[in-house]
């Protein structure tokens, strides 16, 4: 948490309140006047002090996702990349806004505002470079690109003895999947996260290549999932819409809305795992909605 929906929609409304509009001086895109670094190990490249110094004057031209990563086009050009990783965020905020306790770097802006990046537990990571594939080239495809059609998706999971899980959470083979969309992903495809991919058949795999799209699209259309425990807010501050739409994930107990089963909860590759034990069936065996119901 962040994910990709999550990611996209800061994005969007970044590059609406940044780049989107002309600024009052000259130009389009905002002016970064000054950078204030709270916490040094936040910039990962090149350092604190050569961020601090070379971002001045340049103009946040676009702003963009590639996977769980943000990207900001900058004048020169240059790009600034930033992972929010588990707890970081980016707002606009306006000049007289209260100071953010958790406020690791801020660029001030000449028109008086600040975009600050904030970070309770401190693993995100900004990146400044002229060249960003230099760290977004090894990510794999976006789930949502047009080009990563079902053919690509299944040649994706094409010989992977793995479990369904850690692939899909693989930035490598996929860029953007967290915990929250890959179990509501699985559960819409009827598939266990322990699942091998290798003994998925060809129906099975076009499930999970629409599950994987359709989770995420609808996660984007209500501007992302804010849990009670967590922190994600749009640029300006609102909450997310999605949480009421979730399946299974933080549900343990809860029966599961397809088919009346208590949801369980497990731990996959290191990740707590929410899933329906009726209608995601180890075994592979073969699920059809009836009714509304998943029956086996």
């Known amino acids: 948490m962040p994910e990709l929906p999550e990611v996209e929609t800061l994005a969007s409304d970044l590059n609406r309140l940044l780049a989107g509009t002309p600024s009052r001086f000259s130009g389009t895109g905002a002016l970064v006047s000054s950078v ?21 004057g340049r103009r946040i031209l676009d702003v963009s996702r590639r996977g ?32 953010d306790p958790y406020e690791r770097v801020a660029l001030c802006l000449a028109d008086g505002r600040r975009l600050v990046f904030s970070d309770p537990r ?17 990510l794999g495809p976006d789930p949502l690109a047009d080009d990563l059609t079902l053919e690509a998706f299944a040649g994706l999971l094409h010989g992977r003895r793995g479990a369904l899980k850690p692939l899909l959470l693989n930035q490598a083979i996929l860029a953007g999947l967290g915990n929250i969309y890959t179990d509501e992903a699985l559960h819409r495809a009827h598939l266990h996260p322990l699942r091998k991919a290798t003994t998925l058949t060809g129906p099975e795999i076009a499930r999970l290549y629409s599950a994987v799209r359709d989770v995420l699209r ?56 929410h899933y329906c034990p009726s209608c995601q069936k180890l075994d592979g065996a073969q699920c059809t909605v009836v009714g509304g119901k998943v029956n086996a």
């Not at 204030?36 to 971002?55: D, F, Q």
């Not at 900058?74 to 588990?86: A, D, E, F, I, N």
């Not at 401190?122 to 090894?138: E, H, M």
């Open 36 to 56: 204030e670094v709270g916490w040094a190990r936040s910039v990962a490249m090149p350092s604190a002090e050569a961020l601090a110094e070379g971002l001045c």
């Open 68 to 99: 769980k990563f943000l990207q900001l086009s900058l004048s020169g050009p240059t790009y600034l990349l930033v992972h929010l990783r588990m707890s970081g965020h980016l707002a606009v905020l306006p000049q007289c806004a209260p100071p």
């Open 122 to 138: 401190k693993f995100g990571r900004l990146y400044w470079l002229d060249n960003p594939d230099l760290v977004l080239g090894k």
């Open 218 to 273: 609808q996660a984007i259309a209500n501007r992302g999932t804010t849990l009670q425990d967590e922190r994600f807010r749009d640029a300006e501050g609102r909450p997310g819409r999605n949480r009421d739409n979730l399946q299974v994930y933080r549900r343990k107990g809860e029966p599961c809305l397809c088919c009346g089963t208590p949801v369980e909860r497990t731990v996959v590759g290191g990740r707590g795992t």
